[in-house]
C-alpha cells in the first residue's frame, strides 16, 4: 500500500475536511484495472492521510526522458489510459490532472491512473473563476516545477479557471498522447503565465510526430486538441475504440470514419440497399398491374362519328365492337 499525506490546513478546516472525505468515497469506489485503487482515508492525531494501492513502475514522465516511445508501444499504453478515463466519466468522475507524472506502466505492462480527481477532491469550491486558485495548480502552489508541468496538460478552458468538464481530460489525453509520440512536451514555457499562454495559442505542432504515426491518430489527435469545446472530441470511448481498430488493423482495411459523430457504415449500407429494393418493388408491382389491366372495351370507328360506348348502338352507326386504347 502507499500513503498520501494530505497538507496541515486540512485539519484546520472542517468544512473542506468533510467535503474531502466525501469526494474521496466516491473515488474509493472506483474499480478498473488501470486505476490505481483508494481504499479509504485515514487520520493520525492532527494527520490526515490517503491509503492506497502501491504501483510498482515508472511513470511515463520517467520513461519519457529517455525518449519517444516507438508507436507500437505507445498506443497500447494510450488505449489503457482511455479505457481508464472512459470509465471515470461513466461514474461521473474527472480527473483534472491527467500528465504522464500521474500514469505508471507496471512491469507487466498493465497502465496504472494515479491520482484520479483528487485534484477537484482537494481544491476548494470558491476556485472558480480565478486561474491562479485553480485546483490543479492550488495544490503544488510552493512546488514551481510541479506547478509548470501541470500547466502544460490544461485545457485552455480549465487554465482561464472555468468550469470544466470530461472535454478537460480529452485535452489532456491528447496532450500525453502526443508527448508519448514525439518524447517532448506539446506546450512550454519558462513560467507559468508562458507555459499557459502556450497553451491557449499555439497550435499543436503535428508535423513532428513519427512519419509511422497512423493517419487515424493525427485525426484523433486533432479532434482532441481543438480549443473549441463543441469541436473538440467529447467522449474519450470514442479515442478507445479508435486505438483498439489501429491496434487490431481495422483501420488499414476500412475507409477513414468521421471521429465524433455517429458514424455506422454497416447500417447505412443496409438501410440505403433496403430503401432500394422496396422502391424497386413498388415499380415491379405498378408494372404488373399496368400489365395485367385488362384492355378497355370500347368502340373501334369505322367511320367518321361518334363513339357511343355502347355495342347496340355503336353498329348501328357503322362502328365495330372492340378494344379501345
Known sequence: ??????????????????????EAKMLASLNHPNIAAIY???????????????????????????????????????RQVADAVEYAHDKNVIHRDLKPANIKVTPEGTVKVLDFGLA???????????????????MAATRQGVILGTAAYMAPEQAKGKAVDRRADVWAFGVVLYELLVGKQLFTGDSVAETLASVMK???????????????????????????????????????????????????????????????PGRLAWAVAAVAVL??????????????????????????GCCLFEQARCGRNGWTWGAAN
Open 202 to 264: 499555439e497550435e499543436p505542432a503535428l508535423d513532428k510526430l513519427p512519419s509511422n504515426t497512423p493517419p487515424a491518430i493525427r485525426r484523433l489527435l486533432r479532434r482532441c486538441l481543438d480549443r473549441n469545446l463543441r469541436h473538440r472530441l467529447v467522449h474519450i470511448g470514442e479515442a478507445r475504440v479508435l486505438l483498439e481498430d489501429v491496434l487490431s488493423g481495422a483501420s488499414a482495411t476500412e475507409g477513414p470514419a468521421p471521429i465524433g459523430r455517429l458514424a455506422f
Open 40 to 78: 479509504g482515508l485515514e487520520q493520525s492525531g492532527n494527520t490526515h492521510y490517503l491509503v492506497m494501492e502501491l504501483v510498482e513502475g515508472p511513470t511515463l514522465a520517467e520513461r519519457i526522458r529517455a525518449g519517444a516511445i516507438p508507436v507500437d508501444e505507445a498506443l497500447p499504453i494510450a
Open 279 to 304: 422502391a424497386l418493388t413498388g415499380l415491379a408491382i405498378v408494372h404488373f398491374r399496368e400489365a395485367r389491366q385488362p384492355a378497355r372495351l370500347g368502340c373501334i370507328p369505322q367511320t367518321d
Open 120 to 138: 477537484k477532491a482537494m481544491s476548494d469550491d470558491t476556485a472558480e473563476g480565478d486561474m491562479s486558485n485553480s485546483p490543479t495548480l492550488s
Open 1 to 22: 500500500m502507499a500513503i498520501k499525506v494530505l497538507p496541515e490546513q486540512f485539519a484546520r478546516e472542517p468544512e473542506r475536511l468533510a467535503r474531502f472525505q466525501r
